[in-house]
């Protein structure tokens, strides 16, 4: 069991609770928190105070007082008329990380908002009942609104969510798990709706399979050496102590231990005509390394960003203020996530050129051309390389940073915006495709270890080929490798290879 105290919570525990496998209560510390800032808001409505978002309009409108006797409306209001997200939903996962970030916030205790409200998040991660979240219509700036907006909704039995593996009437589904619906009272709405959770989610569980991504490039990295005949030399730890990036040297031990006692490497250790590798093959401490470097930036961003307030205004019960700021703007995470696109997309395109120095009989050292004993009558691996070229360009159009425009919305009042949650669905969009991309290496590779037999490479490496040869098999005869991609595709997601990563 989680307890959630408003801490920082790593990308570890997030993927965790999304994935059902953890659960999660409010700690007692945290729940006297929320209930001593909730009183302060009672105090306010009494005194008849003005305090935005409390009893005013919002954004535009903040100048605009509400009468005492419709502030529970005002909330209602406002968690409606901000549910205009469109397009395909967020996936339940990515949801279900939603949900606990925005419980987690709640429970730092700024929000001025009742404790049930973090109880029946938590009762909906038990009972998975998952909000329809449509994943576009947020700029990032006065919160994720619209996300969080369809979030809240499931919340009051408005909408739809997920459950049992239907998609339901939120009403129905909380019915079916026996939750209650919530009643908004004061500044719930706001509380609900402000902040970063959505961007943070789903940029959260990208970066989650990024780094694993990362890791495993070494592994698809050191099999195209091995099937290159390539030299280990300049993973030398020597080398790398002289220029010492912790992500260059941990690529680089990783690099010696996956390629440790290969015959392949003792066959070629005389009489090579060969001085250097490429620097597909030779550089890939450096920029493995500089991505992973640049994912442990983004990480650490994203977990402070876990523990964070990010409502606005917020209440602070030890003095009894509440104090409006821009904790909810996403420029943060909008540039972290479109540093770690860059980051991995640049992982895509060192792996695409390893690709094409295995298939290309101007380059793979002696291996059959397009690795097919048949070639001419047979094309074997020639669209492998092709595939990824697209995939690729695909990425670098993705690339594109999101947190450099700015439209200015609200009627001017919100006049600089993150653009955060385009980041972050950009970025998940680079992940999935260097999956892929990182899939037709590993079997390019294991096709080109085929024709270094019967000479073992090294002991990581040789796992690697075993496991790849699980899900697919040694080519041929020419067949369709599509299958074969996605199958490879599952394997790096269900975890296959995280021994060797």
């Given at each position: 069991m989680l307890e959630l105290d408003g801490q920082k919570l790593s990308l570890n525990q997030i993927?965790?609770?999304?994935?059902?496998?953890?659960?999660?209560?409010?700690?007692?510390a945290a729940r006297r928190r929320v209930e001593e800032s909730r009183r302060v808001v009672e105090k306010i409505v009494a005194a008849g105070r003005t305090v935005y978002g409390v009893n005013t309009g919002f954004g535009k409108l903040s100048d605009v007082h509400v009468e005492p006797s419709h502030l529970n409306q005002l909330q209602l209001n406002l968690v409606r008329s901000h549910s205009v997200g469109?397009?395909?939903?967020?996936?339940?996962?990515?949801a279900?990380?939603?949900?606990?970030?925005?419980?987690?916030?709640?429970?730092?205790?700024?929000?001025?908002?009742?404790?049930?409200?973090?109880?029946?998040?938590?009762?909906m991660l038990e009972q998975r009942v998952t909000p329809v979240i449509p994943e576009k219509g947020s700029v990032g700036a006065s919160g994720d609104l619209a996300p969080l907006a369809h979030l809240a909704l499931a919340l009051i039995g408005e909408g739809e969510a997920f459950h049992g593996g239907e998609r339901l009437p939120s009403a129905e589904a909380l019915r079916r798990a026996g939750i209650e619906p919530l009643t908004l009272e004061v500044k719930e709405g706001l509380a609900l709706l402000n902040g970063t959770q959505a961007m943070?989610?789903?940029?959260?569980?990208?970066?989650?399979?990024?780094?694993?991504?990362?890791?495993?490039?070494?592994?698809?990295?050191?099999m195209a050496l091995e099937a290159l005949r390539g030299t280990p030399v300049a993973f030398d730890e020597r080398i790398h102590s002289a220029r010492p990036h912790p992500g260059q040297i941990a690529v680089a031990t990783h690099l010696r231990e996956l390629l440790r006692d290969s015959e392949i490497r003792k066959s070629h250790l005389e009489n090579d005509p060969r001085v250097q590798d490429a620097y597909s093959l030779?550089?890939?401490?450096?920029?493995h390394g500089a991505v992973r470097g640049a994912l442990t930036h983004v990480r650490k961003i994203v977990e402070t960003e876990t523990g964070s307030a990010t409502d606005n205004p917020l209440v602070f019960s030890e003095t009894r203020e509440v104090l409006s700021g821009g904790n909810f703007h996403g420029a943060p995470l909008a540039l972290s996530f479109d540093y770690a696109a860059i980051a991995v997309t640049d992982l895509m395109s060192i792996s695409e050129r390893r690709i094409d120095r295995l298939v290309n009989p101007d380059a793979n050292d002696s291996l059959?051309?397009?690795?097919?004993?048949?070639?001419?009558?047979?094309?074997?691996?020639?669209?492998?390389?092709?595939t990824a070229v697209a995939l690729l360009c695909e990425a670098k159009v993705l690339a594109h940073p999101a947190s450099i425009d700015n439209v200015p919305t609200d009627g001017g009042k919100e006049d600089h915006v993150s653009m955060g949650m385009t980041a972050a669905t950009k970025f998940r969009a680079i992940v999935d495709l260097a999956e892929h991309v990182t899939a037709i290496e590993l079997i390019t590779a294991a096709e080109g270890l085929e024709y270094r037999a019967p000479l073992q490479p090294g002991r990581g490496v040789k796992q690697a080929h075993e496991i790849v040869r699980s899900?697919?098999?040694?080519?041929?005869?020419?067949r369709s490798l599509a299958p074969d991609i996605q199958k490879m595709v599952a394997a790096v997601r269900q975890g296959k290879f995280d021994s060797l990563i």
């Open positions: 993927a965790a609770v999304a994935k059902g496998e953890e659960q999660v209560a409010l700690s007692s469109l397009g395909p939903p967020l996936s339940e996962d990515e279900r990380a939603m949900m606990l970030l925005r419980a987690n916030v709640l429970a730092l205790g700024y929000s001025g908002c009742r404790p049930v409200l973090i109880d029946t998040l938590a009762a943070a989610a789903v940029g959260a569980m990208a970066l989650f399979r990024a780094e694993r991504l990362a890791r495993l490039a070494d592994v698809a990295g050191a030779r550089c890939m401490p450096q920029v059959p051309p397009f690795l097919t004993a048949n070639a001419g009558m047979s094309s074997g691996f020639m669209m492998m390389q092709v899900h697919v098999p040694h080519l041929t005869d020419d």
